[in-house]
């Protein structure tokens, strides 16, 4: 097969590479874009990361296209519907950071609760008072896992490890969590009952702004929220609400709703071109967000470790050889 790989940095060139031969194996540094989508026209099969556009638009710019392999277990940046009608099979990269996200929920919910980023920067300059450092136990505190299927399941791991209460939702409760010491609860009663709520569901429209005005409304006083999964998933308006406001204490976030369009904000608006109202404001809450000294925010790096990416290229790896093979694995979208 003619294999595109988008988005890859050097190193992962090598183990890109493990497919040729047979395949024709081309690296790109760069994300697929709709201007340059006509140029991979003879692609048969694309591995991308969550930078590159997979939306109906560029798709029918890769006519010859059979397989879409992200590098990612979200697949919410890519037209499923589209490629179901084509008959373009999607794979993914189910399970390679389940723990690895859970510890950087953590390293998060450790950040607010200690005081960290703001304590390490104050000492850096000389600065060695303490005030206004004081920070909060884990330990007997509730956490709240929204989402508990293989990186929510770590994370209700971890938070018993810390001796934390744990409270779980998910529209498919595990039983195994449940004999572990784990609650399941309606949503609602989780916010209202939890110190800690972490979030760990799928983007997309089924739980597009899950957390809202309505839901932080019945939040604990002083309570945290930590996001690794996905920006869409809190409305971030409503989040610079319930901060100002004084209802959350904190929050931990390693997304946010209009990220991609952080990075290109400039080349926006340089180029002149016109935001939708609702892209607009989305980029206003998240500098909002940047701007509270109550929140930690990292550059989407929840996946990023070595042993992770190594998992994310191996499975990758595996993806495509299955799929040339005719026995495909980790399929999110099969063709009728």
């Known amino acids: 097969m003619r294999v595109v790989v988008f988005e890859a940095e050097d190193w992962e060139r090598e183990a890109c590479l493990r497919l040729s031969p047979p395949h024709a194996v081309d690296c790109r540094a760069e994300a697929l874009t709709a201007a340059d989508a006509a140029a991979h026209a003879d692609a048969e099969a694309i591995a991308t990361f969550i930078k590159s556009e997979l939306t109906a638009p560029v798709l029918r710019r890769l006519p010859r296209l059979q397989l879409i392999a992200t590098r990612s277990t979200g697949y919410d940046h ?106 399941y609860v309606a949503l609602a009663d989780l916010l209202a009952e939890a110190d800690v709520v972490t979030l760990h ?55 946010l709703t209009e990220e991609a369009g ?14 939708p109202i609702e892209r607009l404001r989305g980029l206003l809450a998240d500098h909002a967000l940047l701007r509270f000294p109550t929140v930690v925010l990292t550059p989407h790096i929840a996946y990023d470790t070595r042993e992770a990416v190594g998992r994310i290229l191996d499975t990758t790896v595996a993806n495509i050889e299955a799929f040339a093979s005719g026995r495909p694995i980790n399929v999110v979208v099969a063709p009728a």
């Open 262 to 275: 952080l990075r290109e904000e400039a080349e926006i608006f340089r180029a002149g071109a016109a935001l």
């Open 78 to 183: 890519i037209d499923l519907d589209y490629c179901k009608a084509q008959g373009i099979t999607v794979c993914n990269v189910p399970g390679y950071g389940d723990h690895t996200v859970a510890e950087h929920a953590f390293a998060l919910l450790l950040a607010v609760s200690r005081r960290v980023v703001e304590a390490a920067e104050r000492t850096r300059r000389g600065d060695f008072s303490e005030a206004g450092l004081r920070g909060f136990d884990l330990h007997g505190k509730t956490l709240g896992v929204v989402g508990t299927g293989r990186i929510g399941r770590c994370a209700a791991g971890i938070g018993r490890g810390f001796g934390m209460r744990v409270l779980g939702f998910d529209v498919r409760p595990d039983p195994e969590l449940e004999a572990q010491g784990l609650r």
């Open 201 to 255: 569901v799928p983007g997309g429209e089924g739980t597009k702004n899950l957390l809202s005005d309505a839901q932080f409304a019945r939040m604990k006083p002083g309570a945290v929220l930590i996001n690794t999964a996905r920006g869409g998933v809190v409305d971030a308006e409503a989040l610079v609400r319930a901060l100002a406001g004084g209802r959350l204490a904190g929050a931990g976030l390693d997304v």
